[in-house]
């Protein structure tokens, strides 16, 4: 059974906020008040980076909702991928360090493949990083028999992928599914019938955005 991640901060966030608290509190007793205060400031980033807000997704089984927050930055036709057969549309989100970095599932379904693999720490928004960086895949089937994969990529200051899910495990949209610690990218895989509902530039925001619309 899948464990609840609805916590207002997202529990992965706890050690670096009780680190970062617990040197702030030394600093204000024994440092000078300028450092003192930007490890305040510090804190209140972390905490704010693992902010795990509520979202409304919105209902339709053909409505295919973005597993991230942060910016559209390409939208292609591939003939193939490492995680599933092709030909796809992929739509690639960037998340910068000021991005809520809590994923959520794009549609729902079974968990029916989770295949990490390992790479590089490129910045994230470059092309190669989908190829090259270390990333952790997931192709959810639906009912229908359709597969949707979503690929969770580190970027240059992410360097920890985190997946709430498990193989053969039910999930449905918009429920919170893992996150990437500070800056990365997410991929969506879909059929490549599917009707794109974004374009690059556009701003999406993690289980409320449709990207797209199932034939």
């Known amino acids: 059974m899948n464990q609840r991640h609805d916590s207002i901060i997202a529990r992965e966030g706890y050690i670096f906020i009780i680190v970062s608290a617990f040197f ?22 972390i905490i704010w980076f693992f902010r795990n807000p509520e979202r409304k997704t919105p ?4 409505l295919v909702i973005s597993p ?15 995680l599933m057969a092709g030909p796809l549309r992929k739509i690639s989100v ?21 295949r990490y693999y390992e790479g590089k720490f490129l910045s994230a928004n470059l092309d190669k990083a989908s190829s090259d960086n270390e990333r952790n895949g997931l192709v959810i089937r ?3 028999g ?10 240059l200051v992410a360097r920890r992928i985190v997946c709430w899910v498990n193989e053969g495990m039910m999930v449905e949209k918009g429920e919170r599914i893992g996150l990437i610690r500070f800056g990365s990218r997410v991929e969506v895989l879909l ?11 556009d701003r999406v925001r993690a289980g409320e955005t449709p990207i797209g619309g199932l034939s």
């Open 24 to 45: 702030t509190l030394i600093a204000f007793s024994f440092a000078p008040r300028w450092t003192a205060f930007l490890l305040l400031l510090l804190t209140a980033f």
């Open 59 to 62: 209902p339709g089984e053909k």
């Open 68 to 82: 991230a927050d942060g910016e559209v930055i390409k939208i292609e036709e591939i003939r193939d991928h490492e």
């Open 94 to 114: 960037f998340m910068n360090v000021f991005s809520v970095h809590v994923n959520r599932v794009p549609c729902t379904g079974r968990i029916e493949t989770i």
């Open 142 to 144: 639906m009912d229908d």
């Open 146 to 155: 359709r597969a949707i994969g979503m690929i969770q990529i580190a970027g």
């Open 191 to 201: 059929p490549v019938d599917t009707v794109v509902m974004v374009k690059p530039g």
